[in-house]
């Protein structure tokens, strides 16, 4: 049996296609490393971007979950792309063409992350100004927040990447800590 060599044409056909928008462009970020910034104003509900990628088991994610806190326990990168598409399926958007995996966390985001139909969306909540950076809340889980510093800079911000509704959970801890460290130092 014969192998048919590849064109390069045929190649490039196969291999992903960085996602695109026309809504927003990568640059350098205050919050963290890189960032997608508004290249035109973004009327609320708009759908900015996909966030796309390599669709994994919930097993395969967390199997590369413990990889990548072994590689950032290690100094090396410790950035989460693993996205929950429901209970059985999740997006590694690690890949190089997902371009969504740039968009930063905020704890007072302007866009959201929607599933419609088996794709994740980016949306934003409110209009965005032009040269905005876009964000959304992660939605992580108070369980390791320690593990996940926040440094989006709002004026709501817990100080940790954690999901809105146990916000008030990391401040309490915070807070009790504070007063802990306070007692000793007086004693």
């Known amino acids: ?23 927003a462009k990568v640059r350098g970020s205050k919050i963290h490393g890189r960032g997608m910034f508004a290249s035109k104003a973004i009327p609320k509900g708009t759908r ?13 994610g967390w199997r590369r979950e413990l ?3 072994e590689r950032g326990a290690r100094g090396g ?5 693993i996205f929950e598409l429901n209970t059985k399926v999740d997006i590694d958007g690690s890949v190089l063409w997902n371009t969504a995996r740039y968009i930063n966390h905020s704890c007072d985001p302007n866009c959201e992350s929607q ?5 994740v969306w980016i949306v934003a909540i409110r209009d965005i100004a032009p040269g905005e950076e876009l964000s959304y809340d992660y939605y992580y889980d ?7 510093p926040c440094r989006c800079g709002a004026d709501n ?11 008030w959970r990391v401040r309490h801890a915070a807070s009790r800590l504070k007063k802990k460290k306070t007692r000793r130092r007086a004693a």
Do not use: L
Not at 77 to 81: M, P, Q, R
Not at 115 to 119: E, K, L, M
């Open 1 to 23: 049996m014969m192998k048919k060599k590849q064109t390069k044409a045929a190649k490039k056909a196969t291999k992903p296609v960085p996602t695109r928008t026309p809504w």
């Open 77 to 81: 990168d410790g950035c989460i792309y």
């Open 67 to 69: 990889a990548r806190q």
């Open 142 to 148: 108070y369980d390791h927040y320690h593990e996940h």
């Open 48 to 60: 900015v971007i996909e966030y796309s990628g390599e669709r994994i088991t919930k097993a395969e």
């Open 157 to 167: 911000c817990a100080g940790y990447i954690v999901k809105a509704p146990v916000r």
């Open 115 to 119: 599933v419609v139909r088996g794709r």
